[in-house]
């Protein structure tokens, strides 16, 4: 059974009976965790606050107070989605060249944003914006984070190898294009990424054309 509101702890809560700071901690991220499943399975449209609501044992109010609106909930849901893309952090050996570490990065964000959790949420945000065009600042304002990050990357790999390049953030969106097509494809078009050898292969050729890019400018 899903923790009530009601039936939290007496140590959970607040001498004046509001839940604690962990309890209330703890009580945001059980609504968000229901709103990712039901949001999933059902849809942003088809999916009810009031849903939300009793599969989280809590009451419709204590949600709005949490997050004012539906649009709120899922912009934290969407955000806690895309945690794994964008909390990647790269620690390289000594001496490994500019090429390798760059498909270092390819591989792994490659493999983040195939895992099947990442895939559900990929085809969410098409399908989704598709129906509800007013979604689409939500998961623009993620893909802006993930190419920040991305460019603060490059941006100190170059340095490592004093390497002066031009208009960074649009290196950083033809870098994203080029590691993410296996991922964006399986997640619009259901076609397979490949072989981990292919995926490898398309990952080296891919970093060979960007730093010709690089370097041509």
Same mark, same amino acid.
């Given at each position: 059974?899903?923790?009530?509101?009601?039936?939290?702890?007496?140590?959970?809560?607040?001498?004046?009976?509001?839940?604690?700071?962990?309890?209330?901690?703890?009580?945001?991220?059980?609504?968000?965790?229901?709103?990712?499943?039901?949001?999933?399975?059902?849809?942003?449209?088809?999916?009810?606050?009031?849903?939300?609501?009793?599969?989280a044992?809590?009451?419709?109010?204590?949600?709005?107070?949490?997050?004012d609106?539906?649009?709120?909930? !899922?912009r934290? %849901?969407? &955000?806690?989605?895309?945690?794994?893309?964008? #909390?990647?952090?790269?620690? *390289? $050996?000594?001496?490994?060249?500019?090429?390798?570490?760059?498909?270092?990065?390819?591989?792994?964000?490659?493999?983040?944003?195939?895992?099947?959790?990442?895939q559900?949420?990929?085809?969410?945000?098409?399908?989704?914006?598709?129906?509800?065009?007013?979604?689409?600042?939500?998961?623009?304002?993620?893909?802006?984070?993930?190419?920040?990050?991305?460019?603060?990357?490059?941006?100190?790999?170059?340095?490592?190898?004093?390497?002066?390049?031009?208009?960074?953030?649009? !290196?950083?969106? %033809?870098? &994203?294009?080029?590691?993410?097509?296996?991922? #964006?494809?399986?997640?619009a *078009? $259901?076609?397979?990424?490949?072989?981990?050898?292919?995926?490898?292969?398309?990952?080296?050729?891919?970093?060979?054309?960007?730093?010709?890019g690089?370097?041509?400018?």
């Amino acid at each position: 059974m899903p923790p009530t509101e009601g039936r939290a702890p007496s140590v959970g809560r607040s001498p004046l009976g509001r839940p604690s700071v962990q309890r209330a901690q703890e009580l945001r991220q059980i609504i968000v965790g229901v709103a990712s499943a039901l949001m999933l399975e059902h849809g942003y449209a088809g999916t009810s606050m009031e849903a939300i609501a009793t599969a989280a044992g809590v009451t419709k109010r204590t949600i709005y107070t949490r997050f004012d609106s539906k649009e709120n909930l !899922l912009r934290e %849901v969407l &955000a806690t989605a895309a945690l794994p893309a964008l #909390q990647l952090d790269f620690q *390289f $050996a000594p001496g490994l060249a500019l090429q390798d570490k760059l498909v270092r990065i390819g591989l792994e964000m490659n493999a983040t944003l195939l895992h099947p959790g990442m895939q559900n949420w990929l085809r969410f945000a098409i399908h989704g914006i598709a129906l509800h065009p007013e979604l689409a600042p939500l998961v623009h304002g993620l893909i802006e984070q993930y190419l920040a990050l991305l460019a603060q990357h490059l941006a100190a790999l170059f340095a490592s190898e004093a390497m002066v390049v031009d208009d960074l953030p649009t !290196l950083a969106k %033809v870098f &994203a294009s080029l590691i993410s097509s296996p991922a #964006q494809n399986l997640a619009a *078009f $259901a076609m397979p990424p490949g072989s981990p050898e292919e995926q490898a292969h398309l990952m080296h050729r891919s970093v060979a054309v960007f730093l010709a890019g690089c370097r041509a400018t």
